[in-house]
């Protein structure tokens, strides 16, 4: 079964800051897919990135990077110019190909600072 | 367009009741998802239901647990006699099933539900 571990439950950054939260995840499958997700406090989930294994090349989207390591099994999301809307619960995710299960890890607490 | 969206809001009961949450998925969606959410834990998948095949029901953690899906539509989560343990955020998903890679799941906000 594969399992996703977020191991910092909270964190915290200065606004226009930089962030990194850490995700490893444990699969021996090759075809999968891995997401970040920010839970703002009215709970609704929103996808932030994704990552398609198959892909070497990390993914970005505009102030949100991941720094993807396949032989390391490690996917880490980095927030550049931290800002107060970013605060958040954030879930690393992972999706095995063919499947419609995502496994989540257990979050991370951001907290930005003005 | 709208979104997900989940009824009640909020939910308290007594411990032993059954209770009804309810999910809207998007319009045209052909794949429901149903989620829950405990205290200081990541989200754990209950069941999936896609077109007019059987729902995959492999995450219900007990036959207290049951869902059905109406005409390919809404959604109703269902739990008998509940239990303390059972005090947990309910977030469905949708997704529209296009052959792709994967199919992203789009959630709603969530049931939170109380069991004094």
């Known amino acids: 079964a594969q399992t996703v571990t977020q191991s910092q439950p909270e964190m915290s950054v200065q606004e226009a800051e930089t962030v990194t939260l850490s995700c490893t995840y444990d699969t021996s499958e090759n075809n999968y897919y891995l997401f970040w997700y920010k839970q703002p406090p009215s709970r609704q989930m929103i996808l932030v990135i994704r990552q398609e294994a198959y892909k070497q090349q990390n993914a970005t989207e505009n102030r949100f990077s991941v720094n993807f390591q396949k032989a390391a099994k490690s996917f880490s999301l980095k927030i550049s110019d931290s800002q107060l809307g970013d605060t958040a619960m954030y879930f690393c995710?992972?999706?095995?190909?063919?499947?419609?299960?995502?496994?989540f890890g257990k979050g991370t607490k951001l907290t930005v600072n003005p | 367009g709208a979104g997900v969206s989940q009824s009640p809001s909020n939910k308290v009961t007594e411990k032993g009741k059954d209770v009804e949450l309810r999910c809207d998925p998007i319009?045209?969606?052909?794949?429901l998802y149903w989620y829950r959410q405990s205290l200081g834990q990541g989200l754990e998948f209950l069941i999936y239901?896609?077109?007019?095949?059987?729902?995959?029901k492999s995450g219900l953690p007990s036959d207290r647990f049951s869902a059905e899906r109406t005409g390919g539509s809404v959604s109703t989560l269902t739990i008998q006699r509940t239990q303390q343990e059972d005090s947990a955020v309910y977030l469905c998903?949708?997704?529209?099933?296009?052959?792709?890679?994967?199919?992203?799941?789009?959630f709603g906000p969530g049931t939170r539900l109380t069991v004094l």
């Open positions: 998903a949708s997704s529209l099933v296009q052959g792709l890679r994967y199919n992203e799941q789009f």
């Open positions: 319009s045209g969606h052909t794949a």
């Open positions: 995710a992972f999706l095995l190909g063919g499947s419609e299960k995502l496994v």
């Open positions: 239901f896609q077109g007019n095949s059987a729902p995959d």
